[in-house]
């Protein structure tokens, strides 16, 4: 059983090596842990102090690419190396680095195939009033679009079995964080979460400039998430609730009009048009994109096979194999 620990770095050579040093050098069930950082085009000695330090692998990027697609890029990396299991953490030490045991305890126990770190967001010092709020409310959202009970959302520490990794995609370009939790829930992937805990702030985070901006991103990113795998229930709401304003605006154009007084009234009769109008094009774009979302699957199934085929078999597919066989 292989695992590897993954470390997404931009200009970290001042905390890349306190976090190394905090990662843990033997799991029980664990026979061997590797580690491996995704370059994403630091101007500063980030490479020669992990080097230095003795990582195992080395993915660089010119130019930054973003946490999401480093995230994709660490991933492949792992699977090529012959992972078993995935653990992503951060490279500012914001994880403690002997709950790695507990991330992938469940993944080793066959209970779950991704597992993220839950942080006591309450209890954390660095985290303002307005911080701790939003989060508890992105993770509410990120629920009810995925149907899991995930409770820290945003939380970067994380867990993935070979298989699960094999599934994943990452469309936006901002972070893997909300996306992979809403296409696990919808793909019903085995998901759990366990608290963990969090270390001193050594820096800000670079994730997001501002509170307004980490927000609208958030947003952006679980509603194309949702539409991307649930268009016909995200635009049935729509012509829903299109629907119901335009014909309410056109029953009262009508009591107006059966009044004697309708012609006061055309403006009315134009808006429940163009509402009613909206609707019906929002159901006609559902049906098509659940039509796209039915071919989105059978690719994603192709690739997953492609996947296997291009990785080769994980201990997953090897168990299988022994019980098949036996």
């Given at each position: 059983m292989k695992l590897i620990i993954q470390i997404p770095c931009y200009n970290e050579a001042e905390t890349l090596e306190i976090a190394l040093n905090?990662?843990?050098?033997?799991?029980?069930?664990?026979?061997?842990?590797?580690?491996?950082?995704?370059?994403?085009?630091?101007?500063?000695?980030?490479?020669?102090?992990?080097?230095?330090?003795?990582?195992?692998?080395?993915?660089?990027?010119?130019?930054?690419?973003?946490?999401?697609?480093?995230?994709?890029?660490?991933?492949?990396?792992?699977?090529?190396?012959?992972?078993?299991?995935?653990?992503?953490?951060?490279?500012?030490?914001?994880?403690?680095?002997?709950?790695?045991e507990k991330l992938v305890r469940p993944i080793l126990n066959g209970e779950a195939g991704m597992v993220i770190g839950e942080r006591p967001i309450d209890q954390t010092a660095h985290f303002s009033p307005l911080k701790k709020k939003l989060q508890h409310l992105g993770s509410w959202v990120v629920r009810k679009a995925s149907k899991t009970d995930v409770p820290d959302a945003p939380s970067g520490f994380r867990a993935y079995s070979r298989h699960t990794a094999m599934r994943l995609n990452v469309i936006n370009e901002y972070t893997y964080t909300l996306e992979t939790i809403v296409q696990a829930g919808r793909h019903k992937m085995a998901v759990k979460s366990v608290p963990i805990r969090t270390n001193a702030e050594l820096r800000p985070s670079r994730l997001f400039s501002s509170m307004f901006g980490y927000v609208k991103k958030s947003v952006l990113t679980i509603g194309r998430a949702l539409m991307m795998y649930k268009p016909l229930y995200c635009f049935s709401w729509l012509a829903g609730i299109f629907g119901v304003i335009g014909a309410a605006i056109g029953v009262r154009f009508l009591v107006y009009y059966f009044a004697g007084s309708g012609s006061g009234h055309i403006q009315s009769l134009i808006l429940s048009s163009m509402l009613i109008t909206i609707a019906v094009l929002c159901g006609v774009i559902g049906l098509l994109g659940d039509v796209i979302s039915a071919n989105r699957k059978l690719l994603e199934e192709i690739q997953f096979e492609l996947r296997k085929m291009d990785y080769g078999p994980g201990h997953e597919e090897k168990k299988k194999e022994e019980r098949e066989d036996a």
């Open positions: 905090d990662l843990p050098k033997h799991i029980d069930g664990i026979d061997e842990i590797e580690y491996l950082i995704i370059n994403d085009g630091s101007a500063d000695n980030t490479v020669e102090v992990a080097k230095n330090w003795g990582v195992n692998y080395v993915v660089n990027f010119r130019n930054n690419k973003g946490l999401a697609r480093g995230f994709m890029a660490g991933l492949d990396a792992c699977l090529r190396n012959g992972a078993d299991i995935i653990v992503n953490t951060d490279a500012d030490n914001q994880y403690c680095g002997e709950d790695i």
